[in-house]
């Protein structure tokens, strides 16, 4: 019978074997992720403000880190692992703080929709409230995986995965602006657009990359899978949410644009 020193040292092999490749796994919604936000972010590059490119930016390197992090972890490179993790976990703070202090952009939005409608063609107010009142919970629940993936650290699977789901957890926004641009540009920028379809597409698509992701690495029925799950399937009430009278006086009360 092994001794607890090789036991763990049997189920250490097990997971480098298992998360091996998963560095260029993770190109994928890297790509998806930058894909998405290419036109919106690089097409005004020199009119965003300050706030949005640290968010990018911040958000970005956020992505890049959950690629060389698991190579590091499976490549005999642990101690810049833990370096790096170190470090990853002041650039998760940064990814919340900077997506939360945005916010007024929509609630300007708002504002501007209703001033000058016919800029804004079929997004009407309640789709930007609805943007604040699903990003709020994404936010959370991004900084809770991160917490967990602390927590876990000493539990390889525990801490890989709950990382992982971070990925998911925040990429509608980025892809959906990609998503709705290419409707723009397949119809124009007209009424006639649905501004919630390309949520919904954007949304289909996060959920099969989460369940594929989750299937490969054997991980469908881990807490973070149903988080991340649960995170985009609230973002289909982006309607009922964002016309209600009761969120959007608490977001006016609480944001200010």
Same mark, same amino acid.
């Given at each position: 019978?092994?001794?607890?020193?090789?036991?763990?040292?049997?189920?250490?092999?097990?997971?480098?074997?298992? /998360?091996?490749?998963?560095?260029?796994?993770?190109?994928?919604?890297?790509?998806?992720?930058?894909l998405g936000i290419a036109y919106d972010y690089w097409?005004?590059?020199?009119?965003?403000?300050?706030?949005?490119? #640290?968010?990018?930016?911040?958000?970005?390197?956020?992505?890049?880190?959950?690629?060389?992090?698991?190579?590091?972890?499976?490549?005999?490179?642990?101690?810049?692992?833990?370096?790096?993790?170190?470090?990853?976990?002041?650039?998760?703070?940064?990814?919340?703080?900077?997506?939360?202090?945005?916010? /007024?952009?929509?609630?300007?939005?708002?504002?501007?929709?209703?001033?000058?409608?016919?800029?804004?063609g079929p997004f009407k107010p309640y789709f930007f409230?609805?943007?604040?009142?699903?990003?709020?919970?994404?936010?959370?629940?991004?900084?809770?995986?991160?917490?967990?993936?602390?927590?876990?650290?000493?539990?390889?699977?525990?801490?890989?995965?709950?990382?992982?789901?971070?990925?998911?957890? #925040?990429?509608?926004?980025?892809?959906?602006?990609?998503?709705?641009?290419?409707?723009?540009?397949?119809?124009g920028f007209t009424l006639d657009i649905d501004a919630?379809?390309?949520?919904?597409?954007?949304?289909? #698509?996060?959920?099969?990359? #989460?369940?594929?992701?989750?299937?490969?690495?054997?991980?469908?029925?881990?807490?973070?899978?149903?988080?991340?799950?649960?995170?985009?399937?609230?973002? /289909?009430?982006?309607?009922?949410?964002?016309?209600?009278?009761?969120?959007?006086?608490?977001?006016?009360?609480?944001?200010?644009?």
């Amino acid at each position: 019978m092994p001794d607890h020193a090789s036991a763990k040292s049997l189920l250490n092999l097990s997971f480098m074997e298992k /998360y091996k490749k998963l560095h260029l796994f993770m190109i994928i919604p890297m790509v998806v992720m930058q894909l998405g936000i290419a036109y919106d972010y690089w097409g005004d590059f020199s009119d965003n403000a300050w706030s949005i490119h #640290i968010h990018y930016w911040s958000g970005t390197i956020w992505y890049l880190y959950l690629i060389i992090q698991p190579y590091y972890a499976t490549h005999g490179q642990l101690e810049k692992h833990r370096t790096n993790g170190i470090i990853g976990m002041f650039l998760a703070g940064g990814v919340c703080l900077t997506a939360l202090s945005m916010m /007024y952009r929509d609630i300007q939005s708002v504002q501007n929709a209703i001033a000058f409608p016919e800029r804004f063609g079929p997004f009407k107010p309640y789709f930007f409230y609805g943007v604040i009142a699903l990003e709020i919970p994404m936010i959370l629940a991004f900084g809770y995986a991160v917490i967990q993936s602390i927590l876990k650290r000493k539990q390889l699977e525990n801490h890989a995965w709950w990382l992982i789901s971070t990925v998911f957890i #925040i990429m509608m926004p980025a892809l959906g602006r990609g998503v709705q641009f290419l409707q723009i540009a397949m119809n124009g920028f007209t009424l006639d657009i649905d501004a919630l379809l390309g949520l919904y597409i954007a949304n289909s #698509i996060i959920i099969g990359l #989460i369940l594929i992701t989750a299937f490969k690495y054997k991980n469908l029925k881990h807490p973070a899978t149903y988080l991340a799950i649960g995170v985009n399937i609230f973002n /289909y009430f982006l309607e009922p949410i964002g016309k209600s009278e009761g969120v959007q006086q608490f977001l006016e009360t609480m944001i200010k644009g």
